[in-house]
């Protein structure tokens, strides 16, 4: 059976894992914690392929017909 890259999707936001120093400036510049962030689990399928662990961020664009490009950003959790 042929394994399936949901990351490729046409539908599928892209997500990419951030450097600390590119999550301290996210932080800083919302003056928040990671616990102030919503969660994605590790085990997301968008996240296969990415080597992240507890306490990463991820950084998600979306492509949106009214605001062209929306940035979220959620920290990886076990469970």
Known sequence: M?????????????????????????????SATTDDFPRILKRDAALQGINVKFGDMIKITRRSLTAGQTVFYRVVVLS
């Open 2 to 30: 042929k394994k399936i890259d949901v990351r490729k999707h046409l539908l599928v936001p892209r997500h990419e894992k951030l450097s600390e120093k590119e999550k301290d400036e996210v932080l800083k510049s919302y």
